[in-house]
Structures are given as C-alpha cells and as structure tokens.
C-alpha cells in the first residue's frame, strides 16, 4: 500500500532560526496536505498542494510539491515559540477520500 | 460554517468494560466520515472510514467496531477494551466538493486501565 514518510522525527531550534520538514511518498500523489497540531490539541489544515512543482507560501512557511509529485516539503523562516507543534505531511493517491499521513516532525522552539 | 462535535472529550475505563464514542457534523451534507487513533502524541492511524450511511471500510484488524446510523453521525464502539485500547481518537470529516480536505474534531482522550 501506500507509505508516506516523513523526516526528521523531531526538531528542536533556537527561535530565530530556519525549519524544514520533508515527506516522501512511494507511489504518485495526486495531492499532498499539510497539517499542524499543537501540542494537546487536534491536527489543524494548513494546506493543499494539486499541482507539479507547486509553491505556496503563509506568511513565513512555504510549501512544496516535487516534479514528480512524490515529495513535499515544508519550510518555516525564522522560527516563534507559536510555530511549536507536530506537522503532518498527508497524500492522497488514487483513492479520492484516503489519506495516507506521515508519522509528523515535532518541533520545539528555544526562546 | 461547518462543525464538528465529539463526546466524550476524556474518559478513564477499566479494562473489559465496554466503549461508545461519538460524533456528529454540522453544517454540510452527505460528508465522508473518519476514526482516527493517535498513540503516543504522535503518528495518525486511520480506523475507519464512511463515505455513507451504514457504509462502514476498517482499515486495520483491532477491537474497535464503527457505525453511521445517520449521515452526519459516526460513533465508534467497542464491546470489551484491552489496555492497547488507549490513545486520543479523532472523529474528522470531508466533502469532495472542497477537494477531500480532513477536518478533525478535538478528540477524546481514551485511557484504559
């Protein structure tokens, strides 16, 4: 089935500093979701990506979609003590309603 | 706006006792319905999924049993708990027409003991 893994684990930085998250998928997505869950509380929807090559950004987090729609990435600048949370890569493969997660990227912050 | 409300938001059961979480949308129709389990603070497991009523997928083996007996109502079972039963579960819902985004609710907090 469909795997979609998601690295690093954990990430722990100095506020400030720059944070990426990466998420690969081994089979073809045809879109890929970012979620954001805060610590005690639930995964919260930050964004879709659809198309090939496909940048978004939010402020200071900006997103990706790989060429070949198999990876995605997530980067925030300048990382703030609000940015501390779990952040989720989800893709949907040829199923229209199932997502696959990934396992998150935790980040803390050091103010 | 749509909503999502899920009950109970804690519960402490002992073990062999049985389980009954539920869930219902506002404000949409017709959605598609998902049991997550999250162990550990950590990865997304899917449970179960309904794209309609009394139209249940499981997606893992497990001691866990869902029904919709309404559209915008799932409730997530379990007639005997084990200890492995424990975690934060998340109803959450999407519709086609906003390209299958999941929404989630704020999860209940399960602890058997």
């Known amino acids: 089935g469909q795997q979609v893994m998601q690295i690093p684990q954990y990430q722990h930085v100095q506020e400030g500093e720059d944070f990426t998250t990466y998420c690969n998928s081994s089979t073809t997505l045809s879109n890929i979701q970012w979620y954001k869950q805060r610590p005690g509380g639930h995964p919260v929807f930050l964004i879709q990506l659809v198309k090939s090559g496909e940048v978004k950004k939010q402020k200071r987090l900006t997103f990706q979609f790989g060429e070949a729609k198999k990876n995605s990435s997530l980067h925030i600048t300048a990382t703030q003590t609000t940015d501390v949370g779990t952040y989720f890569c989800a893709g949907r493969g040829g199923s229209n309603y199932k997502l696959t997660f990934g396992k998150g990227t935790l980040l803390t912050v050091n103010p | 706006s749509q909503t999502i409300h899920q009950w109970p938001a804690t519960l402490v059961q002992p073990v062999g006792s049985p389980l009954s979480l539920e869930c219902t949308v506002e404000g949409t129709s017709n959605p598609n319905l998902y049991w997550y389990r999250q162990a550990a603070g950590r990865g997304l497991q899917l449970l179960f999924y309904s794209v309609g009523i009394g139209q249940i997928s499981s997606e893992v083996p497990q001691n866990l049993s869902a029904s919709r007996p309404q559209d915008r109502q799932f409730i997530l079972s379990s007639k005997k708990l084990l200890l492995s039963d424990s975690g934060f579960y998340l109803c959450?819902?999407?519709?086609?027409?906003?390209?299958?985004?999941?929404?989630f609710g704020e999860g209940s907090w399960l602890t058997v003991v």
């Open positions: 959450a819902w999407s519709v086609e027409r906003s390209g299958n985004t999941i929404y």
